[in-house]
Structure formats: structure tokens, C-alpha cells
């Protein structure tokens, strides 16, 4: 079966479609323009589809690289058999390939290469042959391969060398493994022990064992980085007893042979030295990977609706970054997102200036008509936040607060490109405006910060570096551009996960907008340095002209398909006017009344492209992100000692994860929601139900003012 039949077999799509997406993503064509001007080629398949194929195809295109490679060797040695060359090619796994390789591969000095050396391959083969009457005792046959120059002392010395040989042979032959793999997976279990008399955050896995086949994948992270940490022990455990007695049972064909004992002493030492360990390691490592793997989809779908919260637009914006020592960190930014003003006050310990800071942000507030205060959840929130209701409060003005997670704001605050933004800023004032903006536009402030900063994963520290950079990388890239960017006001760093477009011309479409003014048609990018024609195909649907004279230039409508939006237009009598206008409510109805699939015909376009244009020419200029729930504006604070049991509260979803999600209450500490509390109804996977940046209804559940925890639930709720 080649890839592409693997490919549409695995993901159940159609071969054609699966062949000619490949072909596309060969040539250099981004996954979001394929997802969304080449539906008719992929069969409207989504961007998270594409990067699951893209992944396998990368993984098969891997595996046959080395099938190749391993192949080769073999050949090399001259020991390839129809047989083995055959496994070779119907192997569907790396695991599979290496178990086959394994006899054949090079191998450091070892008890049996070295007993190979000595000459007593042969005594191993003739203890393999197992039968029923060798004429002579296991000794008297040893004998004949005494070698004293070869350091082959005596008989015990060269049956010891081949049952080395032999254990090694097991131990290399891929059905013994494949088989053992199966089993212990099946009936082994993880466990887990106090590696040291202290109390920590591992203490729930101090002696923990659960089955391999059911055990869960945060526990799995957490139990590795306990062991990492040197908290924990941890070790597969099952009946090894019946484990050997199953490798038994494959390698000694005859049990009345006079080696019979022998070879059981060679499995289990084949067993115990050789497979067990190898495979303990193999499965350990599968169990992180697929957990791993687990973790990323988690970040990568909070990430994700993270990205695109729904903005605070038009609203005058004060960032309130909270601090003890140093102050409280303060950044007016305009309804653009224009940083106007900073400022520190000091209304925290251990000053608690509350006087003269309410004063400082009285003038703020009334100077530059603030509309609302982002508080960063971050140190000293809970007094900031209570200092602010406060002051709302005292003042009556026209003022509500949101709290804003401000996770990877200090990492943004420090790069180059903040320096590059606000020079004349400190650290930690370029923080106070990246919090503001984030409220204004969550999605072109977030994309300036690594993603592996923003704090809505699991255990990602301990993922492959270049694995999570890539995924989550995509994250960013397909968020940006279903969103779309307005080409005249976007950042190098929001233009540079448009598709088509690097860093390089990023800042070069900057660099053109500041020495020639704004771009006023879409087609004028082309006049961008290194921005060729592959480039333009690739990002002209995503950039926005919003000041051009050509409606279609602030719409998701590609260029390709201006003609086919023009002439639907003309067909029921629209024009570009009535576009602008907004008039154009009865479009849908009257193609639809024809037939879209005929339209589509007629205009020589796909069905689904028809639909995409006449979404974008419902809405020109619409913003996807609208759809999203708002955030939650406060002007009271409460606080833990607040809280009562069967209190029900609305509040914000801030993370998800395996085993629940947090939940911004308006108080200092999330709220955890556990998946068992989600729902009246058996909850699977949290992320089924719920997203970050959510607004919900909760119920106190119970608060441990001591540990800081707050239990929610959804129980009785009508969910």
C-alpha cells in the first residue's frame, strides 16, 4: 500500500482528494490557503485536518526513508531473504522496522558477540536444534568447544558463551518482541514510590499503580517529571513469571529435550537482562508520547480559542500591571491601541500609597476618558483589583474593570521587539500596555509572544522543544488568518503568520507602508520587496484593505475569484454600492432558490467557494471573532472569604485540561472545575464542552481558605 492509500484509508478520504492535497502542500502551498481557496480540491477539508495530514504524510515519508536505509544495510551484509525482505516492506511502524533491523544492526561489544568471537556460535546453534537424543550430555557436547587460546577454559565456560548467543538471538528476534510488547501493555501497570521522606507536590503518586492500558495522560506527565525531579521511583510491574512462561512456550519446541532446562535458564536471562528493560524503555517512551501528543491537542485548542477571544473594540484601555515592591505599573493606550501614557503608582505593600495612587488614576482615567482597566492576573492582582473596585466605587465614574491573564506579558516585555515598539518604555511598562492591548485585540498582542509562554497548557515544558514550537506555531498561523489582517495597520509580527508571508516580508511590507504611505488596493502589495506572485496567491484573501476603492479588498474573497463575485452580483442586480451598504440580505436567499450548485456552474466556480463569496459580500469587513462571548466587565470585588457553598457566580474558562478546567471567578484563585462537576451527564474529554475564554455559570462547590482551593460544579445546572 503506498502513502497516499494509507493516508485516504486512515483519515476516510476520498484518494484523489488525498493525492492532489499532497500535491499541493509539495509545491509550497500553506495549509490555510488550502484550506480555504482550494476547497473544491480537498473536498472542503479542515486546517486541523490538513496538519493531521501533513503530520502522517511527514511520518510515512520518514518511514520509508528508513525502510529504504535499513533495506540497504541488510543487503549489504548480504542477508536479506525474500522472507525478511517482505516484513520489511509491509512494516506500518518505525517500532515495527527497528524490531526487524535489530539482528542486523552493528552492535558495541557484547557477552554474546563475544562469545561469537571465541567460536561457539555453532554449540548455540546445536542447543537450538533441540532434540530429542544428542548421543551425549550437555557437558560432553561443550567439550569439543574447549579453546584455551580462545578463552574458552572449560565446558561450563563454553555453555555459558552460547546461552549468551542464544538469549541475545531471542532477545533480536522481532515476534518475541512484537509479543511481549502486546502483553505487557496489556497486563503490566505503572507504578510509582516516594523516592525521598519529604513531602511535595508528587505526594498523591508516593505509592501509585495503575494498569498501562488505562492510566491517564496528565498522570503520566506528572509521574515523569516526579521522577525527573528525583521525588519519585517509577517502574512497569506485572507477573514476569507468566511473562517468561509465554516466551517460553515460543522457544522450546520440545520440552523432553535434554537442553529443555537449559534454554528456560536462557529465556529468563534473555527476559530479565535483555527484552524487559528494552521494552520497559519503549513503552515508557510511548506512554510519554502519546501523552505528549495528548497534551499538545489540549494547548494547541485552548491556545486556539484563546486567540480568538472576542475583542474589546472602540473602548479607551488602561493597563494595570499589579506589583508589591516596585508599584503597580499603569499604560493608557487610545481605542486603536495607540499608547498614549504611563505611569507607577504604589497602592500595595509595602508603600499602600492608596491616597496619593487613587489620585494619579483619577487624572488617568478623567485625562484620557478611560472606558475600562485591564488588571493583569499576575502578583498583587487580588489587591489591585481590590484597590480598583474600590476606587470605582468611592468615585462613581464610568469605569468597569476586567481582569486579563497576562501570561508571557514579561516574556513579550523583554524581547526585541518591544524594545523595537517602546524604547523609551521599561520593562515593565511595556507589560502594562501589552495588557491593555490584549483586552483591545487578544489575538495581534498574543501573537508577539512565544506560545510556550502563554500559560494555557499542561506539563509543556516537558515536551519536545521543536515538536510544540511547530504545532503550536500552526496554532498561531491558522488563528491569524481565519481572522484576516487589515494590511495597513498590522504589526511585522501579525503579518508574518500570514500565509505566504516570512518575517523578511513582514517587515518589508512595514518599511513600504511608512516610506509610501497606505496600501490602497489590494494588488499594491505586489510592489512589497520579495513579495513575488507565489507570495501574493498565498496571502492576498487574508489581508485586508479596509480605505479601498474596491469593496472586495476588505472581504475574504480572494482575488482569483473577483470575477465570479462580480457577476453573482450582477446576476441579481447587486452592485458594489450595495455591498458597502450592507444590501444584501435577500443574496443567500435568491441563489439559493436557483441552486448553489447550479450558480456555481454557471459562474465556473465550486459550490463551496460560491458560499465562501457570498458570506464574505453578506459581511464585508466582518470580523469572526465577534461571534465570542464578550468578557466579563466587574466594578465589585469579592474575595475567598466571600465565597459560600451554593453561591453561583459567572465566570471566565482560563485553561482546560485532562482532568478539568479553571475558572476566573473574580477572585484572586481560578476556581477548578473538575470533569466529574462539568456536567449532570458523563463527561469525557473537558474540552468537549468547554473552552478557554468561555463565560459560564458555576456554583460553589467548597473553598480551603487555608490551601487557597476553590471547587466548582455544574451539577444541578441544567447542563
Not at 480568538?308 to 499604560?331: E, M, Q, R, S, W
Not at 515544558?461 to 498561523?477: A, F, I, Q, W
Request: glycine letters at 6%.
Amino acid at each position: 500500500m503506498n502513502i497516499i492509500e494509507i493516508l485516504a484509508q486512515e483519515l476516510n478520504w476520498d484518494k484523489e482528494q488525498i493525492q492532489k492535497t499532497v500535491e499541493m502542500l509539495d509545491e509550497g502551498n500553506t495549509v490555510p490557503f488550502i484550506a480555504r481557496y482550494r476547497k473544491e480540491v480537498t473536498g472542503s477539508m479542515s486546517d486541523e485536518m490538513l496538519r493531521k495530514l501533513e503530520d502522517r504524510l511527514t511520518y510515512l515519508r520518514h518511514l520509508d526513508e528508513r525502510r529504504e536505509e535499513i533495506s540497504a544495510s541488510i543487503t549489504a551484509q548480504e542477508k536479506m531473504t525474500p522472507e525478511l525482505a517482505a516484513a520489511i516492506e509491509k512494516a506500518t511502524t518505525l517500532v515495527e522496522l527497528e524490531d526487524l533491523y535489530l539482528p542486523y544492526r552493528p552492535k558495541r561489544k557484547t557477552r554474546a558477540s563475544v562469545a561469537r568471537e571465541k567460536g561457539l556460535e555453532p554449540l548455540a546453534a546445536l542447543f537450538m536444534e533441540q532434540k530429542d537424543d544428542y548421543g551425549a550430555t550437555v557437558e560432553e557436547l561443550a567439550t569439543a568447544y574447549v579453546d584455551t587460546e580462545k578463552g574458552v577454559e572449560d565446558a561450563a565456560s563454553a555453555i555459558a558463551g552460547a546461552k549468551d548467543i542464544i538469549a541475545e538471538d531471542i532477545s533480536d528476534t522481532a515476534d518475541y518482541r512484537k509479543m511481549l510488547r502486546a502483553y505487557i501493555t496489556e497486563n503490566g501497570s505503572l507504578t510509582a514510590k516516594a523516592a525521598k521522606e519529604e513531602d511535595s507536590v508528587y505526594a498523591d503518586y508516593y505509592d501509585f499503580s495503575e494498569p498501562i492500558s488505562k492510566i491517564r495522560p496528565h498522570r503520566v506527565l506528572a509521574i515523569n517529571r516526579g521522577e525527573k525531579e528525583g521525588f519519585l521511583k517509577v517502574a512497569l510491574s506485572l507477573n514476569t513469571e507468566e511473562a517468561i512462561n509465554k516466551l517460553c512456550s515460543l522457544v522450546i519446541q520440545n520440552p523432553s529435550s535434554p537442553v529443555a532446562s537449559l534454554l528456560t535458564e536462557v529465556v529468563t536471562d534473555s527476559y530479565e537482562r535483555l527484552i524487559f528493560p528494552a521494552i520497559e524503555r519503549e513503552i515508557r517512551n510511548t506512554l510519554f508520547d502519546d501523552a505528549a501528543e495528548g497534551a499538545l491537542s489540549v494547548f494547541s485548542e485552548n491556545l486556539k480559542n484563546l486567540l480568538l477571544i472576542a475583542p474589546v473594540k472602540g473602548k479607551t484601555v488602561l493597563g494595570f500591571d499589579p506589583g508589591y515592591a516596585h508599584g503597580c505599573k499603569l499604560a493608557v493606550v487610545d481605542k486603536t491601541g495607540k499608547y498614549l501614557y504611563s505611569t507607577v503608582i504604589y497602592p500595595t505593600k509595602p508603600r499602600e500609597n492608596i491616597v496619593g495612587a487613587t489620585k494619579i488614576l483619577e487624572e488617568l482615567v478623567r485625562k484620557y476618558g478611560v472606558e475600562i482597566i485591564a488588571i493583569g492576573n499576575g502578583t498583587a492582582s487580588r489587591e489591585s483589583e481590590k484597590f480598583v473596585a474600590d476606587f470605582i466605587h468611592e468615585k462613581g465614574l464610568k469605569v468597569s474593570y476586567t481582569i486579563v491573564s497576562e501570561s508571557g506579558a514579561s516574556v513579550y516585555s523583554a524581547t526585541p521587539l518591544a524594545a523595537e515598539e517602546f524604547p523609551d518604555l521599561d520593562v515593565n511598562e511595556r507589560s502594562a500596555v501589552s495588557i491593555a492591548r490584549r483586552l483591545q485585540d487578544p489575538l495581534a498582542e498574543l501573537v508577539k509572544v512565544d506560545p510556550k509562554a502563554i500559560g494555557v497548557g499542561q506539563y509543556q515544558h516537558d515536551m519536545n522543544p521543536k515538536r510544540l514550537s511547530e504545532t503550536l506555531g500552526g496554532v498561531v498561523e491558522d488563528c491569524v488568518n481565519s481572522v484576516g489582517v487589515d494590511v495597513n495597520t498590522a504589526s511585522y509580527s501579525l503579518l508574518s503568520y500570514i500565509s505566504g508571508i516570512n518575517k523578511t516580508i513582514a517587515k518589508n511590507i512595514v518599511a513600504y507602508r511608512e516610506e509610501n504611505g497606505e496600501f490602497t488596493k489590494r494588488a499594491q502589495i505586489l510592489k512589497v520587496p520579495k513579495l513575488g506572485a507565489k507570495a501574493y496567491e498565498q496571502c492576498a484573501g487574508f489581508l485586508r484593505v479596509s480605505g479601498s476603492d474596491e469593496i472586495l479588498d476588505n472581504t475574504g474573497v480572494h482575488p482569483e475569484s473577483y470575477p465570479v463575485a462580480t457577476a453573482l452580483l450582477s446576476r441579481y442586480g447587486y452592485t458594489e454600492e450595495d455591498v458597502r451598504k450592507n444590501n444584501l440580505s435577500l443574496l443567500r436567499t435568491k441563489t439559493e432558490k436557483e441552486g448553489f450548485g447550479k450558480v456555481a456552474a454557471a459562474l465556473d466556480c465550486g459550490e463551496p467557494t460560491l458560499l465562501d463569496i457570498i458570506g464574505e459580500l453578506e459581511k464585508p469587513g466582518r470580523d469572526s471573532r465577534d461571534d465570542a462571548p464578550a468578557p466579563i466587565l466587574r466594578t465589585d470585588v469579592l474575595e475567598m472569604k466571600d465565597l459560600q457553598p451554593d453561591m453561583i457566580l459567572k465566570g471566565t474558562v482560563r485553561n482546560v485540561v485532562d482532568f478539568g478546567a479553571f475558572v476566573d471567578i473574580g477572585v484572586h484563585e481560578d476556581g477548578l472545575l473538575h470533569v466529574s462537576e462539568m456536567s449532570d451527564r458523563f463527561v469525557k474529554r473537558p474540552a468537549d464542552i468547554l473552552a478557554v475564554g468561555d463565560v459560564i455559570e458555576v456554583r460553589i462547590k467548597s473553598v480551603d481558605l487555608a490551601r487557597k482551593r476553590i471547587s466548582l460544579t455544574r451539577k444541578g445546572m441544567g447542563n
